[in-house]
């Protein structure tokens, strides 16, 4: 049976590669739309909630595509993959801009990286760019196909810091250990691009494509 897929366009995410990562994973009957209509994204049989760039900027474009209830409402009962800062803005605040309110879907705050430094020494740069190990905290479809310490790749100076624990589904050290998935019901939200990791990368979003929670 075929399924329709929202990508969500709020002008803030690497729309062209996390479409075509989908449309590569998807039976060939799947519809991928990337769409700011709120409607169609309501309409979905799943959504991919997909950012990249500055929190005040993504909240700010959120609301200007008028986006708030159907990211919401769609994180809130349909299938749900949030990438990057589709993660980051689901928390209630962020560090970034001075402070920034986020959604609010969930209570914890979104932390920029503090000076460290490697085993060997040497600081570590901020923003974290590359690849990096992603421990499984917990079982989940999502990571069915893919070994615990996998490598996915990263983009970013600020991580999550949820209040509620059972939301953690997996973990990165970069200086510190940090949240780098996230799950609950219907939704999972990476940290690490998919569409970006390679072969597991697109094990994580043919899973997504499958997922029935």
Known sequence: MSKTIAVIDYGMGNLRS????????????????????PELILQADRVVFPG???????????????????????????PFLGICMGMQVLMSFSEENQGT??????????RHFPESRDAQGARLKIPQMGWNRVSQT????LWEGIEDQTRFYFVHS?????????LVAG??????????????????ATQFHPEKSADAGLRLLRNFVNWQP
């Open 101 to 110: 309110q986020l959604m609010g879907l969930f209570p914890g705050q979104v």
């Open 138 to 141: 917990r079982p989940h479809p």
């Open 52 to 78: 990249q760039g500055a929190a005040r900027d993504c909240m700010a474009a959120i609301s200007n595509h008028q986006l708030n209830r159907a990211v919401l409402e769609a994180a809130s009962s349909k």
């Open 171 to 188: 973990t990165t050290d970069y200086g510190i250990r940090f949240t780098s998935v996230i799950a609950r019901d219907n939704l999972f």
């Open 18 to 37: 996390v479409s075509k990562a989908i449309e590569h994973v998807a039976a060939a009957d799947d519809q991928i739309h990337v769409t700011d209509d």
């Open 158 to 166: 600020y991580y999550v810091d949820p209040e509620q624990p059972e």
